[in-house]
């Protein structure tokens, strides 16, 4: 089975940084990815981790650690057009084939 | 270029009606999804496809149906709306390299009512 955790709410305040966390337990783990799901609209692709370690991508990195079963996701110089849910989702398979998803971490940037 | 789209965007329905949700992808992925998202459940699967003219279960099936007649095309039909079925839901598609760039892109959502 596939048991993934996430916070379910965060706040941070505009031009700091968050760290968002995600745990997950797994029967098979190729690769996570985290996507971005602004309130009443759909998912969209921020990340995609096979490899431990950081990827980088402008303001958003994501971390993995296969050994440990976790990811985490890094925002910084926040904005207030980052207020949005983030979902971790796991895959057993190369790409994003069968994913499973958390249960989302919305977060709120405030002034 | 449309990427994913679903149609309708928004539907009420009675107990006991019928309907059927489609979704269209432009951008050949040989894989489909459909998803229900509810308050604090997240994103789950109900059914999925590898190609045309095959579909298979995914965690949440009961009380929906699906076809895939064409590579483009995913329908999810409801035989008879239940209030639980009261949710959004998604359709996502992705191609089948396997590689980084290999995230399912979404459509725009469908959110249903069921009273």
């Known amino acids: 089975g596939q048991n993934i955790d996430q916070p379910t709410e965060m706040t941070a305040t505009e031009g700091a940084i968050v760290q968002i966390n995600c745990t997950y337990q797994t029967s098979g783990f190729n690769g996570l990815f985290w996507y971005q799901q602004h309130a009443g609209e759909a998912p969209t692709f921020l990340s995609y981790n096979v490899l431990d370690g950081l990827e980088e991508k402008g303001r958003f990195s994501s971390f993995l650690s296969r050994s440990k079963g976790y990811s985490y996701l890094l925002l910084k110089e926040l904005q207030m057009k980052d207020s949005a849910s983030y979902l971790c989702a796991v895959s057993p398979f190369s790409g994003s084939y069968q994913l499973t998803f958390g249960k989302g971490t919305k977060l709120s940037v405030i002034p | ?115």
Not at chain 2, 31 to 52: A, C, F, T
Request: charged letters at 15%; aromatic letters at 10%.
């Open chain 2, 1 to 115: 270029n449309a990427g994913v789209t679903q149609t309708p965007k928004f539907r009420v329905l009675k107990t006991g009606q019928s309907m059927t949700l489609l979704c269209a992808q432009d951008m050949n992925h040989e894989y489909m999804y459909w998803y229900r998202q509810d308050p604090g459940m997240g994103l789950r699967l109900i059914h999925y496809s590898v190609g045309e003219g095959t579909t298979a279960k995914g965690e949440v099936p009961d009380g929906y149906n699906v076809s895939r007649l064409k590579k483009q095309n995913f329908l999810l039909g409801l035989e008879s709306a239940a209030p639980s079925q009261t949710s959004v839901y998604f359709c996502a598609s992705s191609s089948l390299s396997g590689g980084a760039e290999d995230t399912q892109y979404f459509g725009p959502g469908t959110r249903l009512t069921v009273l």
